[in-house]
């Protein structure tokens, strides 16, 4: 993990006439999984969505898989991300496969066949080759972020990211979504930015993470967030941290 696959240079994040974040900089190395992480408004997923290409950042200067913002196209970056969303955004009216298969459809020259047959192979990478022809109607949350993880995988991207992967599944199945991360990253070399405030799956699989603070407006913390737990100086760090119950 010695090469930076996301940059961030003195960023404002947010939207015009709104700044919600100021002056951030951090990178995000290949092949490990990156936590973007705060309380609720502080602009974390806000963050995610100019890492993604969709709104351009404020200020400063933004690089993802060597594309920089006002040099990159929307379809120029497709090829090389990923985007699970929060609800896993599948098209209903298409069954597991044909969602996995879309991206390919629109983005290379597969013919149908060896489409197919990637996206069983990447169903079978998320455990759920025996659900390829259900629809999304007839699936579970979990499985339908399963699936859309799957597709996030499905041009081969450098960079996956996942917007609250955890959000309204119980803890075993958020678990079992913790460890398919950890696994895809193992078996492929995968780079994951992920957008959290579950501090279970936060410290089960970041290797590190930027930790927002809506009040102050930017970044307040950089690094392990198991680090952060037991040494941070930052009073909000240490209470964000060490609130309830959870432990590393």
Not at 99 to 109: A, C, G, I, R, Y
Not at 190 to 203: C, D, Q, W, Y
Request: charge should be neutral; aromatic fraction near 6%; proline fraction near 4%.
């Amino acid at each position: 993990m010695d090469e930076a696959i996301v940059s961030l240079s003195h960023v404002d994040a947010g939207y015009p006439g709104k700044v919600i974040l100021r002056d951030v900089s951090f990178d995000i190395m290949r092949g490990e999984v990156f936590i973007l992480l705060g309380g609720s408004g502080c602009g974390k997923s806000t963050m995610m969505k100019h890492m993604i290409g969709l709104n351009p950042v404020l200020a400063g200067e933004l690089t993802v898989a060597g594309m920089k913002w006002g040099s990159r196209t929307r379809a120029g970056l497709c090829r090389k991300i990923g985007v699970m969303y929060q609800s896993g955004a599948l098209f209903g009216s298409m069954s597991c496969i044909g969602n996995v298969m879309l991206p390919m459809e629109e983005f290379t020259s597969l013919n149908r066949k060896e489409r197919k047959e990637k996206a069983m192979s990447l169903l079978a990478d998320v455990e759920l080759a025996d659900a390829a022809d259900k629809m999304p109607s007839e699936i579970s949350g979990g499985m339908k972020k399963r699936v859309a993880i799957a597709r996030a995988m499905a041009l081969d991207p450098e960079v996956v990211f996942l917007d609250e992967p955890s959000a309204g599944l119980d803890p075993i199945t958020s678990a079992s979504l913790d460890d398919l991360v950890l696994k895809l990253r193992a078996e492929k070399g995968m780079t994951f930015v992920v957008v959290s405030h579950e501090l279970p799956s936060i410290f089960k699989i970041a290797d590190r993470a930027a930790m927002f603070d809506k009040a102050r407006g930017g970044m307040v913390a950089l690094g392990d967030p198991r680090d952060m737990k037991v040494s941070s100086k930052d009073p909000f760090v240490l209470k964000f941290f060490n609130r309830g119950d959870s432990h590393v």
